[in-house]
């Protein structure tokens, strides 16, 4: 996965222009980044909607925002990430967002195997980019309401799961900027910490209170269920 990696991000592509793209939008925005945003057509249908919702961000299309961009995030359905363009997103940092809701993605096994994160996936498909996971385990008008300056007390934090240490680095800078104190996971595949049916997922906390919850993970119900079947897993490759 080639591609040289900028410590110093200066334009955010957003692909995905919901709800929580346009929010990710603002705090970018806010925080002094170019912003180029893309929904999954021509950029005019969205250009009002951004102009409202995301003031200071540049309704685009998903080439040109993968293409500009230092680093991109993936705010789609997660059923739709197939239709990421791989090609164009080739070299870059790609921070995902998204979640499996069975209402809009429809049963999808593939998206609830628990032997693997559903980013691993993503990287999987986007084989020549570099996928960390951040942003998704918070709902969207907690990120709207909750950023704060760093040092504050009571601020809020979001994890963070990367395979790279740069990359890592990179993403905490970005969510520190955003106004959240960044909390490390672990490698991608502990992303599967940050999805829905975790403690965490859903969750408005400190970092010390996600650093907690973290680690209570492996009690957990779900935490049980995962080692299971990446026990499973592993026996089956063997």
Same mark, same amino acid.
């Given at each position: 996965?080639?591609?040289?990696?900028? =410590?110093?991000?200066?334009?955010?592509?957003?692909?995905?222009?919901? %709800?929580?793209?346009?929010?990710?939008?603002?705090?970018?925005?806010?925080?002094?980044?170019?912003?180029?945003?893309?929904?999954?057509?021509?950029?005019? %249908?969205?250009?009002?909607?951004?102009?409202?919702?995301?003031?200071?961000?540049?309704?685009?299309?998903?080439?040109?925002?993968?293409?500009?961009?230092?680093?991109?995030?993936?705010?789609?359905?997660?059923? %739709?990430?197939?239709?990421?363009?791989?090609?164009?997103?080739?070299?870059?940092?790609?921070?995902?967002?998204?979640?499996?809701?069975?209402?809009?993605?429809?049963?999808? &096994?593939?998206?609830?195997?628990?032997?693997? $994160?559903?980013?691993?996936?993503?990287?999987?498909?986007?084989?020549? $980019?570099?996928?960390? %996971?951040?942003?998704?385990?918070?709902?969207?008008?907690?990120?709207?309401?909750?950023?704060?300056?760093?040092? =504050? /007390?009571?601020?809020?934090?979001?994890?963070?799961?990367?395979?790279?240490?740069?990359?890592?680095?990179?993403? &905490?800078?970005?969510?520190?900027?955003?106004?959240?104190?960044?909390?490390?996971?672990?490698?991608?595949?502990?992303?599967?910490?940050?999805?829905?049916?975790?403690?965490?997922?859903?969750?408005?906390?400190?970092?010390?209170?996600?650093?907690?919850?973290?680690?209570?993970?492996?009690? $957990? &119900?779900?935490?049980?269920?995962?080692?299971?079947?990446?026990?499973?897993?592993?026996?089956?490759? /063997?």
């Amino acid at each position: 996965m080639g591609g040289a990696v900028n =410590t110093q991000p200066r334009t955010i592509g957003i692909l995905g222009a919901g %709800k929580v793209g346009t929010v990710l939008a603002r705090l970018a925005v806010a925080a002094g980044y170019r912003v180029l945003i893309a929904g999954s057509g021509d950029p005019s %249908k969205i250009a009002l909607t951004i102009e409202v919702l995301a003031p200071g961000a540049t309704a685009t299309s998903v080439e040109r925002a993968s293409a500009d961009a230092d680093v991109v995030i993936l705010a789609l359905p997660l059923g %739709k990430y197939r239709t990421i363009p791989a090609a164009a997103l080739a070299g870059k940092l790609v921070i995902d967002a998204m979640n499996y809701w069975w209402e809009v993605d429809g049963a999808r &096994e593939d998206l609830t195997d628990l032997s693997t $994160s559903t980013s691993e996936l993503v990287q999987n498909h986007l084989s020549a $980019s570099r996928v960390v %996971k951040a942003f998704n385990h918070m709902g969207y008008h907690d990120l709207d309401e909750a950023p704060q300056l760093a040092g =504050t /007390a009571g601020r809020r934090a979001i994890a963070i799961a990367a395979d790279d240490a740069q990359d890592l680095q990179v993403v &905490e800078t970005l969510v520190d900027a955003f106004g959240f104190d960044p909390v490390i996971v672990g490698p991608l595949a502990d992303g599967i910490r940050l999805q829905p049916g975790s403690e965490l997922f859903g969750a408005n906390l400190t970092a010390a209170e996600v650093t907690h919850t973290l680690a209570g993970f492996p009690r $957990s &119900e779900l935490g049980q269920r995962v080692a299971l079947a990446r026990l499973d897993d592993e026996r089956q490759v /063997a």
